[in-house]
């Protein structure tokens, strides 16, 4: 029995989010919360003729701690989203708040779940929810991710675009963290091989890079990428429940605590971060080991790496120094 916790279920990533869940065959049971609007979404799925039992929970009698208890993965894309002119960081000051009082649930009622973290900054909220669940002694370094699988999507889908191929057909390694200039698409590490240089390829891995921006332009105010990132979402959930599944050998990339996952320390002496997002292999119990793709990049991409360092550095600090000081309060 498997049951799926969302965490910001009524919102623009949330409903598609939660409806992508309820469609899986791999899901017995789906618990939506939201401060608004759940049990309106809940009982709107719960009319797919699909597998999974879906209910709705508000923060009212207990929600959070009903929804969460007896989670296998917690998916949180609770948070406000970004409007034109704002950064990622922009948002912290309210989403690490909510990051924090969610992960707190998470770490009483379910402290043994799968957690996907989507909510911005992913670079400061990975962090957050880590500090908290080392506070209340249950983090398992394994089992938190932070969630960059739209990077991975965007990279596939313009790298054909810009090649007229199939974007089904690419696996590229997309490192770093989950704003601007820390995304670092490998394209030099593509599967099948890309040739793009000079322009085209900086044209590329600009877009890549500023992807979010592309869409929180274009909905004019109206809130950031929301089916895309369902989209997203789902694939990386799925695949954390094929590998608890027993399926071997799936990598994704994603953003996690180098130190406690194999091959992580290797890597974190090369980037000095604790933090990174980096192909990952799952299995049953989550982060199996991370590939190092950092030996193999190519001397151009070298040259993209300093400033994802630095702002990852910073975004990584902000989130720990975060949980401290509300500790201290
Ligand atoms: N990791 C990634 O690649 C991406 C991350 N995002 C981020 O995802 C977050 C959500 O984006 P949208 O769904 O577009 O926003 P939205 O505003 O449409 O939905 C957010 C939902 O969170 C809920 N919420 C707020 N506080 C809550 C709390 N304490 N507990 C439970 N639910 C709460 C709201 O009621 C709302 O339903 C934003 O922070 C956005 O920046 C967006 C796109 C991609
Ligand atoms: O750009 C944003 O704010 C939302 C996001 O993370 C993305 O679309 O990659």
Known sequence: MVKAVVLGASGGIGQPLSLL????????????????????????????????VV???????????????????????AGIPRKPGMTRDDLFSINA???????????KYSPKAFIAIISNPVNSTVPIAAE?????????????????????????????HVLGKSPTEFTIPVIGGHSGETIVPLLSLASPAV?????????????????????????????????????????FVDSILKAVSGTAGIVENTFVYLPGVEGGEAVKKITGVDYFALPVELGSSGAIKVVNVLEKVSDFEKTLLPAAYTGLSANISKGVEFVVSSAAK
């Open 21 to 52: 869940l309820k469609l899986s065959p791999l899901v017995d049971e789906l618990a939506l919360y939201d401060v608004v609007g759940s049990v309106g979404v809940a009982t709107d799925l719960s009319h797919i003729s699909t597998k999974a």
């Open 55 to 77: 209910k709705g929970y508000l923060p009212a009698d207990d929600g959070l701690k009903l929804a969460l208890t007896g989670a296998d993965v917690v998916v949180i894309p």
């Open 97 to 107: 708040g909510i990051v924090r009082d969610l992960i707190t649930g998470v770490a």
């Open 132 to 160: 908290v669940l080392k506070s209340h002694g249950v983090f398992d370094p394994a089992r938190l991710f932070g969630v960059t699988t739209l990077d991975t999507v965007r990279s596939e889908t313009f790298t054909a």
């Open 195 to 235: 040739s793009v240089e000079g322009e085209q390829r900086d044209a590329l891995i600009k877009r890549i890079q500023f992807g979010g921006d592309e869409v929180v332009q274009a909905k004019e105010g109206k809130g950031s990428a929301t089916l895309s990132m369902a989209h997203a979402g789902f694939r």
